[in-house]
Each structure stands twice: as structure tokens, then as C-alpha cells.
């Protein structure tokens, strides 16, 4: 009689283990379905072009015009800031967005760099300008690795 009831229990926790399990993926899956319908990717026939070139020539311009700022630099804050804009029909940037913070400074200066670019090559779908939507990695990386030690980073006693 008790392995009976032993049996009968364990078969009740695994059911109820079971539907909470199927309810869970269900769940996920109409989450994950919901997200997927957010992203709007269209097909361009001639993609947005800086300066005339590739994206990565634009990677290197952020490079070379992003001032870190004083602040974040003494409290050594890095990382990546994802960020997000618009090439717009005329060329111009529009719609710059923090799609990820690192520190509020770090996400001033992202959208400062990105904002000051030169216009761009618009794209072209069907031989018409159309606006198009970056998602844009700005990364902060400090050069100098020392820690609050100075000079004597790996120093022993």
C-alpha cells in the first residue's frame, strides 16, 4: 500500500513538473516570437556609405574623434556603449539612441560623436533615398592598464 502511494505521488510531481515545464517553453517561445516581430529588416539596394566608403571607415572616424571624458577616465569606466541611428534620406544623422549603457558620461560622448558626423551617401531602394537604421557599437577602452597602484602593479611584499 505504501509504494502505491509512493508511486501515485511521485507520478503527481512529475506531471505538475511537466505542465509547469510546457507552460514555461510555451511562454519563452511566444516572448522570443514578440521580440522577433520589433526587428524590421528590409532589403536596400545600395546600403548608406560614409565618406564614400565602407562602415568601418566610420568605426575609425568615432575612433579618432571620441574624447573620453575626464571623469569616467579617473574612475577607469569602460566599455561598450551600443547605440543606435538614422541615415537619413539627405544624408544626415538623426535618431541617435542608447540602445545599451556603460555610464551616462560614456553614453554623452557616444551620441556627441555620432551626432557631430558628416553626411553620409543616403541609401537606395527601388532608386529612391530611404532612411536607414544602424545599430552602432562605440567602445571606451583605456590605454594605460595601471591600477590605483601606479607603476607597481604586480608588486610584492
Avoid at 32 to 48: F, G, L, Q, S
Avoid at 93 to 108: A, R, T
Avoid at 138 to 144: A, C, G, T, Y
Wanted: glycine residues 6%.
Amino acid at each position: 500500500m505504501k509504494s502505491i502511494k509512493t508511486k501515485l505521488i511521485l507520478t503527481g510531481i512529475f506531471l505538475l513538473s511537466l505542465s509547469f515545464l510546457s507552460c514555461s517553453s510555451l511562454k519563452y517561445s511566444k516572448q522570443k516570437e514578440k521580440a522577433n516581430t520589433h526587428r524590421k529588416v528590409e532589403h536596400i539596394d545600395t546600403p548608406p556609405k560614409f565618406l564614400g566608403s565602407t562602415p568601418n571607415l566610420f568605426s575609425k572616424w568615432v575612433e579618432t574623434h571620441l574624447i573620453y571624458p575626464k571623469q569616467s577616465r579617473l574612475e577607469r569606466k569602460e566599455g561598450k556603449v551600443t547605440t543606435q541611428f538614422t541615415v537619413k534620406k539627405d544624408g544626415s544623422i538623426g535618431n541617435v539612441k542608447i540602445l545599451k549603457s556603460v555610464d551616462p558620461l560614456l553614453d554623452q560622448e557616444a551620441i556627441r560623436v555620432i551626432e557631430s558626423s558628416p553626411k553620409w551617401s543616403p541609401g537606395i531602394k527601388k532608386g529612391k533615398k530611404v532612411n536607414v537604421t544602424y545599430t552602432f557599437p562605440v567602445i571606451f577602452r583605456l590605454k594605460n592598464k595601471r591600477n590605483h597602484l601606479g607603476n607597481y602593479r604586480n608588486r610584492r611584499k
